[in-house]
């Protein structure tokens, strides 16, 4: 199993730019998980999905953020406009089933750099 | 305002001693907490859980213990070893809580020297 992918494993962009970064799940997970990583804040829930729908969007933090699952093997995350702010490690995370002790499987990450 | 608190950022221990790192929560609503390891340039991994009717996790060299009057859980690794030098982090979830939210502290780096 590849487990999770992400792409890319680094991004740096200008501030106003648009950035899309990208997970597949493994294979046959019915949840998907976006985090943020930061020094000031750890690492925070962004957005859930369950078999494609978003679930819990509540840490998403503005509106410049917006996170996609069209189908059960590829998921966006979306900032558009980019700010320096925005800069951090971005995971994505599967797992199988609905309970919480269901372990989660983190991707490699995203580094972005917000310049 | 953190509701999971990893207060050491970091801990450096010789090769064969116990490591001992420290979690601290203030939601009285957490029932269910983790341990996640993460290497540099890699997502974390889970590593041990304990859910709030047990006060002790085991699994090989690696013991969870949770204190649910103190509000507090401790990860124990024995004995210690050049590869467990890694971020570990601790988190936790209610169950009235939406399915997937894992609270998680910012960590701790674990520095296991020969």
């Known amino acids: 199993d590849a487990g999770v992918i992400q792409s890319p494993r680094h991004e740096v962009t200008e501030m106003g730019q648009e950035v899309t970064l990208r997970c597949k799940p493994i294979?046959?997970?019915?949840?998907l998980f976006w985090y943020r990583q930061t020094m000031m804040r750890g690492l925070e829930l962004l957005i859930y999905?369950?078999?494609?729908?978003?679930?819990?969007d509540s840490g998403m933090p503005e509106d410049r953020f917006s996170a996609k699952m069209p189908n059960a093997s590829f998921s966006t995350l979306k900032i558009q406009p980019s700010e320096p702010r925005d800069s951090a490690v971005y995971f994505c995370?599967?797992?199988?089933?609905?309970?919480?002790?269901?372990?989660?499987?983190f991707g490699p990450g995203t580094r972005l750099l917000v310049l | 305002d953190q509701q999971v608190k990893q207060n050491s950022p970091s801990l450096s221990v010789q090769e064969g001693r116990i490591s001992i790192l420290n979690c601290d929560y203030t939601?009285?609503?957490?029932?269910?907490f983790l341990w996640y390891k993460k290497y540099p340039a890699e997502g974390p991994t889970f590593l041990i859980s304990?859910?709030?009717?047990?006060d002790k996790n085991e699994d090989g060299r690696f013991t969870v213990f949770l204190n649910k009057s103190a509000k507090h859980l401790s990860l124990h690794i024995v004995p210690s070893q050049p590869g467990d030098s890694a971020v570990y982090f601790c988190?936790?979830?209610?169950?009235?809580?939406?399915?997937?939210?894992?609270?998680f502290g910012k960590g701790t780096k674990l520095s296991v020297k020969p």
């Open positions: 995370a599967s797992s199988l089933g609905g309970t919480r002790q269901e372990t989660q499987y």
């Open positions: 294979s046959g997970h019915d949840y």
């Open positions: 999905f369950n078999n494609n729908v978003p679930i819990d």
């Open positions: 939601n009285s609503m957490f029932d269910y």
């Open positions: 304990i859910s709030s009717i047990k």
């Open positions: 988190a936790a979830s209610e169950n009235s809580g939406s399915q997937g939210n894992l609270i």
